[in-house]
């Protein structure tokens, strides 16, 4: 086997793993359990993809690059948290250790690059959905499982006690996770002719997926459950805060991780008149405002360019003629993807909701390209150095290999410092729930 074929493969399964286990991955090593464990999983294996990409360039000897509707927008993207955090972010610590903010999003635009570049068979692709398939069919069955009471009373922990436990760490997330996949499933089976196990499967797991997400919506919506009921900042008071910010950095925002000092600043005298009037939030009810605050107006249009630019593609892909296997997974990747973007309107978006939008994305994207759509191709771009004797060497793949070293081992030494930090202060918090003094001053040491 060819090394490129090598690294090629070892990209692959790290791409399917980490599809398949980002909804319901977390660990009780941390002070916060899920997102910020899921930050690190998505943020190490778009590290290891990207010097497995640029590893495969070299043994290639060139450059190949796909390039898709997406890549401009998700540039942008990165581009307005990097400038955002670097020029108007207090506190940058925060703003790359929060989930959701600066690393998360960096981490998902890494991933889908190199994701899209190490794909490259239709077996490969067919894999990856099904990837995606079994993880929303493993949460939805947690769900229901969850919904039946037994793992609350028989659970060995505190924490998996509570009747709406979710791996994702947010009720409303997995709510709208099931919620936004539905669509994939729903084209999927309606444009499968054939009678098949894998529609048997499919149709499986959306009724699963159905009922999960409905059981889940009454015990989070029920009157008898009110105590249950998720609470939003009113969106009229999200809008308040984002044209306040607006007021004072209007193209880069205020910065990541910076909402909730937002709240406290901006929000509207009326607010203080509400029932929620002693409540403040991390973040508001609409995802584009959020954007609008934090990162300003770049952030919002880039947002908005990447989700005006997945709902047009969509839009050529149903009105296309074609109909094949690769059609079908393209339209029910672009439909998921559609419907999160108009979600995003009403609801606060998690990291596990990114994520897996930026997985519909590459789907659709892979579909796109092995169909052999001028939507998404395969470009070579070569740097040739020559030296003396005329012997010719590809500069660009030493080049990028050489950049993603650079890039990569400073944030795997700082990701693991900050990690560690992380588990030392959770010691620090068990040893002074039990009053041990020794144990807490020892581990808040260690975590400094």
Excluded: C
Aim: charged share 10%.
């Amino acid at each position: 086997m060819k090394l490129s074929s090598f690294f090629q493969k070892i990209g692959f399964i790290i791409s399917v793993l980490t599809v398949f286990l980002t909804p319901f991955f977390f660990l009780p090593l941390t002070s916060e359990f899920y997102e910020f464990n899921k930050q690190a999983l998505l943020s190490s294996s778009a590290l290891i993809l990207l010097l497995l990409w640029t590893g495969s360039l070299i043994a290639d000897k060139q450059v190949r690059f796909v390039r898709s509707p997406f890549g401009v927008p998700l540039l942008a993207i990165a581009a307005s948290w990097l400038l955002s955090t670097f020029i108007k972010t207090p506190n940058r610590v925060d703003a790359f250790l929060e989930p959701g903010n600066t690393t998360t999003i960096l981490a998902l635009v890494l991933f889908f690059f190199t994701t899209i570049n190490l794909i490259r068979t239709r077996r490969e692709l067919e894999t990856l959905t099904h990837a995606a398939t079994a993880s929303i069919a493993v949460l939805s069955i947690t769900t229901l499982i969850w919904a039946t009471g037994i793992p609350e009373k028989i659970a060995p922990v505190a924490f998996l006690k509570s009747p709406i436990w979710t791996p994702t760490g947010n009720p409303i997330s997995t709510l709208s996770l099931i919620l936004g996949f539905i669509p994939f499933l729903v084209v999927s089976i309606v444009k499968t002719h054939e009678q098949s196990t894998k529609t048997l499967v499919l149709s499986i797991t959306l009724f699963v997926s159905i009922v999960s997400s409905a059981v889940l919506g009454y015990r989070l919506f029920s009157p008898a459950r009110s105590n249950l009921a998720p609470t939003f900042v009113p969106q009229s008071t999200s809008w308040a805060i984002a044209l306040e910010a607006l007021k004072t950095s209007p193209l880069l925002g205020t910065g990541p991780a910076t909402y909730l000092a937002d709240f406290t600043q901006y929000r509207p005298l009326n607010y203080n008149f509400t029932n929620l009037w002693n409540v403040r939030f991390s973040t508001a009810s609409n995802y584009y405002l959020y954007l609008l605050t934090i990162v300003g107006i770049f952030g919002l249009l880039s947002h908005t360019f990447l989700a005006l630019r997945g709902i047009s593609v969509l839009l050529r892909i149903f009105h296309s003629a074609a109909d094949s296997p690769l059609h079908t997974i393209s339209l029910a990747s672009f439909t998921s993807a559609s419907l999160i973007f108009i979600s995003q309107l009403f609801l606060p978006a998690t990291i596990t909701t990114l994520a897996f939008l930026i997985f519909t994305l590459i789907i659709g994207s892979l579909a796109l390209k092995l169909s052999g759509s001028s939507l998404v191709h395969e470009a070579n771009i070569d740097i040739i150095a020559t030296n003396e004797a005329g012997s010719r060497s590809p500069l660009l793949p030493v080049t990028s290999f050489t950049l993603a070293i650079a890039s990569a081992l400073p944030a795997f030494y700082l990701g693991s410092r900050a990690y560690f930090a992380e588990t030392t202060f959770y010691r620090a918090t068990q040893a002074a729930a039990v009053n041990d003094g020794k144990g807490t001053y020892d581990a808040l040491i260690t975590t400094i």
